[in-house]
């Protein structure tokens, strides 16, 4: 059974925008960090972006600061990540995932994260 299902990928020209949203089914991550990461073709899966239960704790990675927005609605089970001024760096498959074991304090590793999505491509043209 699926937990997390990431959707909002797509192909988009730079200086574009999409958003992108992470239903969560089937487990509680309201008191859980969740976070956003993604995976070019041939590179490490890298952090993009995490979130505290409340929301009231973001931080992201330089390569998208100021660009990505990172949000999260406990009542409708979603994370979104809203992408803006695209590049083609940017390019890859984007994860979101949650981890059951940090409430405030989140990681910008991947291993320390539990459970993840399938993911969802994001492809940025020049």
């Known amino acids: 059974q699926e937990q997390l299902v990431e959707s909002g990928g797509g192909s988009v020209q730079a200086g574009g925008s999409l958003k992108l949203s992470c239903v969560a089914s089937g487990v509680d991550y309201s008191g859980s960090c969740m976070g956003w990461f993604r995976q070019a073709a041939g590179k490490e899966r890298e952090w993009v972006s995490f979130?505290?239960?409340?929301?009231?704790?973001?931080a992201s990675a330089d390569s998208v600061k100021g660009r990505f927005t990172i949000s999260r609605d406990n009542a409708k089970n979603t994370l979104y990540l809203h992408m803006n001024t695209l590049k083609s760096e940017d390019t890859a498959k984007y994860y979101c995932?949650?981890?059951?074991?940090?409430?405030?304090?989140?990681?910008?590793?991947?291993?320390?994260?539990?459970?993840w999505g399938q993911g969802t491509q994001v492809t940025v043209s020049s």
């Open positions: 979130i505290n239960w409340n929301g009231g704790r973001t």
């Open positions: 995932a949650a981890d059951v074991r940090r409430t405030t304090l989140c990681s910008r590793v991947p291993r320390d994260y539990t459970d």
